[in-house]
């Protein structure tokens, strides 16, 4: 059973809803969509159009967007620092891997349009900072690969960026101008009130096990199943638990918090500084963001545990953390302004590469989006539907075209192996939390 805390500011903003069914019957369908998150969200959105007279269903254990899809940080990207590409050797990939991340933006673009979406968009772009002078190196480095690659960056350091941040803790960053800034349940919210018709839709509906048999897919829930002649898996951290390609990738647990509104005079005493979003340079550093409507969120843990369930008491743990994070930052403010804190799941790779896979003629598999989940999510959703449907298209290409994920060592050496490199990380960005 998944378990998962009440807690986060984006969901808590939004008006609750009522209009959700359980799975209360067995089902035979044509498709089912595993996770209703951006990707499966998608992937059920285009099935609908191009299989009108298909019986499509799609189920999550939860409420439909509101796992770690309404529960990231809101980071629509362009680039990424921490995933693996840090030199001119890897030029290639990380180009492939950019273009994937456009693609990305440019589904989620159109998806705003057509449905007139309320997501508070903002392209600010972004900062990778750090409070250490001595990362001038890395930023350097990988302004160069931006630069090579034609993507506008700027390296700034500690008067330009309180001036901008309203914060003396950094240093030294770069900013890259194509990333945009959302409200992650408000996007994610409108893939299911824009959802076909000819979707069914069932929520807090765990999958529990499955099984291909004569060609049929059987799903089974608590009380009913569901048979289905294809099944696509969208459950990215959860794939695990599913065995779905159990040695290629792994959840993390993310905690995070969010302040209420800053007041006039607290705004004012940070600069009053306009909606901005800071990823670490260090990957165990502290992710930030000032909102539209002046709310600090910082995220500043990653562990490795069961991501069905993490106590009250231990979000608590790490709201005193986050705390920590913020009083660094903004000594200024009082101690006691979080209102929310809340945990989410990532799926990581070995070599921050994503899922993208027809596993065989009935089962397909997205995920595994290594932090960037909402563009390349969506993205992937959409082109893992058009391929179930026997579709092709250039997307796809450009999808297939880049590095898979590498093989994992087996247990208990993967779990040694994650918790050694969660210490190492942290002692280096200990300064950054």
């Not at 456009?102 to 900062?127: A, H, M, P, S, T």
């Not at 930030?288 to 843990?301: A, E, G, M, P, S």
Request: aromatic residues 10%; charged residues 25%.
């Amino acid at each position: 059973m998944i378990v998962n805390d009440n807690g986060c500011g984006w969901i808590n903003q939004l008006n609750k809803r009522t209009n959700f069914k359980k799975l209360n019957q067995n089902i035979l369908c044509d498709y089912l969509v595993v996770g209703a998150g951006f990707t499966g969200l998608s992937a059920a959105r285009i099935l609908s159009e191009i299989e009108k007279n298909k019986r499509i269903i799609i189920v999550d254990a939860l409420l439909a967007g509101e796992g770690a899809s309404s529960r990231n940080s809101g980071y629509l990207v362009d680039t990424t620092l921490n995933d693996g590409f840090t030199s001119d050797r890897d030029i290639k990939n990380y180009k492939i891997k950019s273009k994937i991340y456009e693609l990305g933006i440019n589904v989620v673009k159109k998806f705003i349009r057509e449905y007139q979406v309320d997501c508070d968009w903002n392209e600010c772009g972004k900062y990778f900072a750090s409070s250490k002078i001595k990362d001038e190196k890395i930023v350097d480095s990988f302004s160069n690969i931006l630069s090579k690659l034609n993507y506008k960056n700027k390296i700034l350091f500690s008067d330009d960026l309180f001036q901008k941040l309203g914060t003396k803790f950094y240093n030294v960053a770069i900013h890259t101008e194509g990333g945009i800034l959302l409200n992650p349940a408000k996007l994610a919210r409108s893939m299911v009130d824009t959802l076909n018709k000819n979707v069914e839709l069932y929520e807090n509906s765990e999958l529990i096990r499955w099984k291909k048999l004569n060609g049929n897919i059987f799903s089974y829930f608590k009380n009913f199943q569901i048979k289905s002649k294809k099944i696509i898996f969208c459950t990215n951290g959860f794939f695990n638990s599913l065995g779905i390609k159990k040695s290629f990738n792994f959840p993390l647990t993310l905690t995070a918090s969010m302040t209420r509104k800053l007041s006039d005079k607290e705004f004012k005493s940070i600069g009053s500084p306009t909606e901005y979003g800071i990823l670490p340079i260090r990957p165990m550093g502290a992710t930030v963001r000032f909102t539209k409507d002046r709310r600090i969120l910082i995220r500043n843990t990653a562990e490795k545990r069961n991501p069905k369930y993490i106590p009250e008491k231990v979000l608590k743990k790490r709201a005193i953390i986050h705390n920590k994070g913020i009083q660094k930052r903004f000594p200024q403010l009082p101690h006691n302004i979080i209102e929310d804190t809340w945990s989410g799941i990532v799926c990581r790779s070995r070599n921050s590469s994503q899922i993208f896979e027809k596993i065989d003629e009935s089962i397909f598999a997205a995920g595994c989006y290594n932090g960037s989940g909402i563009g390349v999510g969506t993205l992937f959703g959409e082109q893992i539907a058009l391929m179930a449907s026997n579709q092709e298209s250039k997307e796809i290409s450009v999808i297939q075209s880049r590095k898979k994920p590498t093989l994992l060592p087996p247990e208990p050496f993967l779990n040694i192996g994650i918790a050694s490199r969660l210490i190492y990380e942290r002692l280096k960005a200990r300064t950054e939390i």
